[in-house]
């Protein structure tokens, strides 16, 4: 009798606990997009990604906008100069009818921005070199179909020359050029990038780094199949954000971003 009983207790207690993490889960918006100068609480920034749980309160002033996704990709827009409570928001869902793979795209950004936070929270590694060396563009694991590509980072070091390395993951090759500036732009001339092919990119301090210990990013030239495939696939999601009133450049940011098929 005891036996069951505890067996019992157990199970109501595991019930609890995973409908305890459900509604946790339910309970956060991120920022999907913002215009202006938003603030959470007092003065803490809005930016892309930021989540807002029951213990904020946004606050907008005069021509400011954000745009709120939740877990189940329904879109929330706030434009009154006022403060939000979180309850309240609920009440500011965009009423236009969002079709289903809209609402998938919504919720793989949801997705997206809770693993973001996850990983933020979280002890990360640590690259030991050239850690002040911060890469831009291309952003990490990006899609192109471009003629070219202008490779951006920021020197934080006290060296004035530095070392940009490409590898092309197919052949295994390194590209690398010492130079003085934060950019470098490279062709796709079928030597040093040539479409089909996958590269990760680096700038380090010295010439012959431990590349174990430095940051890279990848990225993908896409052939011309490939690039229109995905093409007509985002059409879909443009069309319907152009109806939910997101400009051309908002909608082409927001697929670069989140599905990482930039076009510029």
């Not at 067996?7 to 993490?21: D, E, Q, T």
């Not at 913002?34 to 003065?43: A, D, E, H, L, S």
């Not at 004035?160 to 062709?187: A, P």
């Amino acid at each position: 009798m005891a036996r069951l009983f505890f067996s019992r207790l157990v199970g109501c207690f595991i019930l609890f606990v995973l409908g305890f993490n459900y509604g946790f889960a339910q309970k956060n918006y991120f920022v999907f997009k913002k215009m202006g100068r938003p603030v959470f609480n007092i003065n803490d920034p809005v930016l892309r990604g930021s989540v807002f749980d029951d213990s904020d309160v946004l606050k907008l002033h005069k021509k400011d906008t954000v745009y709120l996704v939740d877990e189940l990709g329904e879109l929330f827009e706030l434009k009154e100069p006022k403060e939000y409570e979180y309850s309240s928001i609920v009440e500011y869902r965009k009423k236009e009818n969002i079709d289903s793979f809209t609402k998938k795209y919504f919720s793989y950004v949801w997705k997206q921005f809770t693993n973001q936070q996850k990983t933020r929270q979280r002890p990360g590694v640590v690259y030991r070199e050239d850690r002040n060396i911060k890469l831009l563009s291309p952003i990490d694991s990006v899609k192109y179909y471009l003629p070219e590509i202008t490779f951006k980072w920021k020197n934080n070091t006290d060296s004035t020359k530095v070392f940009f390395h490409l590898e092309d993951q197919l052949t295994k090759h390194i590209f690398k050029i010492g130079l003085t500036g934060n950019e470098i732009h490279l062709y796709r001339d079928h030597l040093i990038l040539e479409n089909g092919h996958k590269y990760k990119w680096a700038v380090t301090k010295e010439p012959y780094p431990n590349f174990k210990e430095v940051k890279f990013n990848s990225f993908e030239l896409l052939d011309k199949a490939e690039y229109l495939v995905l093409k007509e696939k985002m059409e879909t999601l443009t069309i319907a954000l152009k109806l939910l009133g997101f400009s051309d450049e908002d909608i082409k940011t927001a697929i670069c971003l989140d599905y990482k098929f930039c076009e510029n």
